[in-house]
């Protein structure tokens, strides 16, 4: 299966700084067994929505790190509402309260995740810790959340 990492950042983009959290994402990914599509664009609405777009027509699953927290130009979340089908809404609240359980800072992040066709979009902080915890957070779910997008049968836990 193929995944797709976004990484919004002005510098990245730039080649001002490394891409830090988009190589840890990567790493979590390939240990995962997923073929990796990497971009990386600028914290621009269009752009990002375009990204996100173009590497859904491929992926069943894009990460988005970075832009999603106060700072003016921090439109990620803006971006991805633009171009999701379905909201999905327990994600991200699932990925704040593991972050606002170790930081105040958690509070801050303005991350989504939604569905677009048949992929999955997860917005991550653009920090690598953040960027872990959220993985780990995502990760036990994943291969579920991925069959129900594929329509395969699955089958559902009984209590």
């Known amino acids: 299966m193929?995944?797709?990492v976004l990484t919004v950042s002005d510098g990245v983009a730039a080649g001002e700084r490394e891409d830090a959290s988009g190589d840890l994402l990567?790493?979590?990914?390939?240990?995962?067994g997923y073929e990796l599509e990497r971009r990386v664009v600028s914290d621009d609405r269009e752009a990002i929505a375009d990204a996100i777009v173009e590497l859904a027509e491929d992926a069943v699953l894009v990460l988005t790190t970075g832009g999603t927290g106060f700072g003016p130009r921090d439109v990620t979340?803006?971006?991805?509402?633009?171009?999701i089908d379905?909201?999905?809404p327990g994600i991200a609240e699932?990925?704040?309260a593991d972050s606002i359980a170790k930081t105040p800072h958690g509070l801050l992040s303005r991350g989504i995740a939604g569905v677009r066709d048949r992929?999955?979009?997860v917005n991550l902080p653009g920090s690598p810790g953040g960027c872990r915890d959220g993985f780990a957070v995502l990760q036990?779910?994943?291969?579920?959340?991925?069959?129900?997008?594929?329509?395969?049968?699955?089958?559902h836990r009984q209590t």
């Open 2 to 4: 193929k995944a797709a």
């Open 26 to 32: 990567a790493e979590l990914l390939a240990a995962e």
């Open 77 to 83: 979340p803006e971006a991805s509402a633009e171009v």
């Open 86 to 88: 379905r909201a999905a």
């Open 94 to 96: 699932a990925i704040r």
């Open 119 to 121: 992929t999955l979009v």
């Open 140 to 155: 036990p779910a994943l291969g579920h959340a991925l069959e129900l997008l594929a329509g395969e049968p699955t089958a």
